[in-house]
């Protein structure tokens, strides 16, 4: 069965450098989200991504946050200047666009900010 | 804007019983899906079963079954014959016409041997 992909599984920076989280969606799905749980809480929305561009953003989404898709399989999440709150649980979702489609996560990547 | 409620932190249940988990949600559209998700140790989140809100019909997944009360906005989630592989948190979600899934608080499962 397809699946949603997410390297690497844990990621430890310094504060200030910048991080790149990889995600590889299901092959013929179309939208794609990263989400974002700091330890504890709840899964909260960063961004969704369609034909090349963001579709919406929420307000942790600030410009430190870029999203890419570099190639035809990959969709990247970029932090520019890491914070210690920035420490968190980053998740990638796809799903096909049909409607409102079933969201299937990946195993997540584990951030953490020194 | 849509908010989705988790009152229960945390349920127990005894292997092989029954249990329910709640969620409301709180929304002014008529069009919309709800979700549960389970989020084992591991973190990943997994999908457990999902309704569409034009369907009265209660959607089942083997052990898993919903209780869709619409004109209450509930969508309770009843876990029969428990397993051990069950016990995680387990997250009820929204999805309205902005396509993102707007996520409760979560529940942890414990289950009882």
């Known amino acids: 069965e397809p699946e949603v992909t997410q390297t690497p599984s844990h990621q430890v920076t310094q504060m200030g450098q910048e991080v790149i989280l990889r995600c590889v969606p299901i092959s013929n799905h179309l939208y794609f989200y990263w989400y974002r749980q700091i330890l504890g809480q709840k899964v909260e929305f960063l961004v969704s991504f369609y034909n090349n561009e963001i579709s919406e953003k929420s307000e942790i989404f600030d410009d430190q946050f870029s999203v890419e898709r570099p190639d035809g399989s990959n969709f990247t999440l970029k932090i520019r200047s890491t914070k210690l709150e920035d420490s968190a649980m980053y998740f990638c979702?796809?799903?096909?666009?049909?409607?409102?489609?079933?969201?299937?996560f990946g195993p997540g990547t584990r951030l953490t900010v020194l | 804007a849509q908010t989705v409620t988790q009152s229960q932190p945390e349920m127990s249940v005894q292997e092989a019983e029954t249990v329910t988990l709640s969620c409301t949600y709180d929304?002014?559209?008529?069009?919309?899906?709800l979700f549960w998700y389970k989020q084992p140790p591991s973190r990943q989140m997994i999908l457990v079963i999902r309704?569409?809100?034009?369907?009265?019909q209660n959607a089942t997944e083997n052990r898993f079954s919903v209780n869709f009360q619409k004109a209450a906005k509930s969508f309770s989630l009843k876990i029969s014959d428990s397993q051990l592989g069950d016990a995680a948190m387990y997250f009820c979600?929204?999805?309205?016409?902005?396509?993102?899934?707007?996520f409760g608080s979560g529940t942890r499962l414990l289950v009882r041997p």
């Open positions: 979702a796809s799903t096909t666009g049909q409607g409102r489609d079933t969201q299937y």
């Open positions: 929304t002014s559209e008529s069009d919309y899906y």
């Open positions: 309704q569409e809100a034009y369907k009265q």
């Open positions: 979600a929204y999805l309205g016409s902005s396509y993102k899934l707007i």
